[in-house]
């Protein structure tokens, strides 16, 4: 991706380790993907761009019930739907996210329907080498009647490494310790640790989720111990608080603030990928790196 034009988050506009040392050794990375409209191949990384996914392979599909919602499939659709292609990740583009020996691509796909309980989509994650892939499936079945909402726009993606600190997921004595303080810092500086300076929205991957409701960390079926978080997909890249401090330079327009472009320029910016899971909400995406197979889970929230 190297001819392709960066997106460059600024620097937190206040130090965060020095004004809430207490919060800062919770520090993680994670990569920003900032997709944006295009025409991704095979072999890169993309949202809702074609998969490197083998001719010999099956495309996935869903075969579960459906509850009847406004994004519900057809009451005609026959048999299992098939799955909408989300994110390609290769590793080359995803410093620090830690891919199963032998792998060099993540695949993300989801049945583009409400699913229970959370009425949203369904994701699957596949993990696979390129070099193994020589032949591709050419044209992969689509789904009839999937809601706009729930299907990616073709985008290529612009991944950017950042620091993250936990906001939802701050621990509860250490919230309590600096709530007067972040109150103080506001006021002083105009600047929120919540909005702008802890976790970054967007599609991405690692880091911490970008809740819109309290944490929901799902726990191994297998081991018992907590999950991970491997992927964030939001309806939008930034929204009414958080863009002063993470809309990319390159993005910036040159008079008045990206809130003040029209409508369709700032979508190719805020929502590239056209998606919107819920009121601005995201599907988050965890699994266990300590289970053979890598087991995987997700969840839902919107505001």
Do not use: I, N
Not at 42 to 70: F, I, K, N, Y
Not at 185 to 213: C, D, I, N
């Amino acid at each position: 991706m190297a001819d392709r034009p960066a997106r460059t988050t600024p620097p937190r506009p206040l130090d965060v380790a020095a004004l809430f040392p207490e919060a800062a050794c919770y520090r993680r990375e994670a990569v920003r993907l900032h997709p944006r409209a295009g025409r991704p191949g095979v072999r890169e990384s993309s949202m809702g761009g074609p998969l490197l996914w083998p001719a010999q392979e099956p495309w996935p599909a869903c075969a579960d019930d459906h509850p009847r919602t406004a994004f519900a499939p057809p009451r005609d659709a026959a048999g299992p739907l098939p799955l909408v292609p989300v994110l390609q990740l290769f590793a080359g583009d995803v410093p620090g996210l830690p891919f199963p020996p032998g792998t060099d691509v993540l695949q993300l796909l989801w049945c583009p329907f409400d699913h229970e309980p959370r009425y949203a989509p369904r994701p699957e994650r596949y993990w696979r080498a390129a070099a193994e892939v020589t032949e591709v499936l050419p044209a992969p079945p689509r789904p009839a009647g999937a809601p706009e909402d729930y299907v990616p726009e073709p985008c290529v993606l612009h991944p950017e490494r950042v620091a993250e600190y936990p906001s939802w997921d701050l621990p509860e004595e250490v919230y309590e310790a600096l709530e007067e303080r972040f109150e103080e810092v506001e006021e002083e500086t105009g600047w929120s640790y919540w909005s702008h300076l802890s976790v970054a929205p967007g599609v991405k991957a690692g880091g911490f989720p970008t809740w819109t409701q309290d944490p929901h960390w799902p726990d191994c079926e297998g081991c018992g111990r907590r999950m991970e978080h491997l992927l964030t997909v939001s309806s939008r890249e930034f929204d009414g608080e958080s863009w002063r401090s993470w809309v990319p330079r390159e993005d910036v327009p040159r008079t008045g603030t990206v809130l003040d472009l029209p409508h369709e320029e700032r979508r190719r910016v805020q929502g590239a990928h056209g998606l919107m899971l819920g009121d601005m909400g995201g599907v988050y995406v965890f699994e266990c790196r300590t289970c053979p197979g890598r087991p995987f889970a997700y969840h839902h929230d919107c505001s």
